[in-house]
């Protein structure tokens, strides 16, 4: 299982190297378009999603590692945090990048408007 868990982790790893290369390069091909700013937009919300999808595999690397290899108290507190920590991080990303909270996000749309009534002047 100590394969497994390495395993995740280098897929955690490339997903956030790689994916922050990518990012990195579309924004560069974004500034020689001339638009700097859409540029830099974009170059920051898919290094965000980069970095919540790598933190995403990590957590499952410490989770394998944890209830498979060492199993002990300590290691069980040290996820535990670890967990915390990490998902405090997603959290904060997923606000940055969304721009709202994640609960409050179908309420940001366009409401529908209200019907008009029989004598309020509309009609």
Do not use: C, N
Not at 31 to 59: C, K, M, P, S, T
Not at 62 to 89: M, P, Q, W
């Amino acid at each position: 299982m100590e394969w497994v868990v390495r395993g995740f982790e280098i897929a955690g790893v490339a997903i956030l190297v790689g994916g922050s290369l990518v990012a990195f390069v579309s924004a560069a091909l974004g500034l020689r378009r001339g638009d700097g700013r859409a540029a830099y937009q974009h170059a920051r919300q898919e290094v965000g999603r980069a970095i919540l999808l790598g933190l995403q595999v990590l957590i499952i690397a410490d989770i394998v590692l944890t209830i498979t290899v060492d199993r002990t108290f300590d290691s069980a507190l040290t996820l535990g945090l670890i967990v915390l920590v990490r998902t405090f991080l997603s959290f904060s990303l997923e606000i940055e990048l969304e721009g709202t909270l994640p609960w409050r996000r179908g309420s940001t749309g366009k409401r529908p408007e209200k019907p008009a009534s029989v004598g309020d002047g509309s009609g």
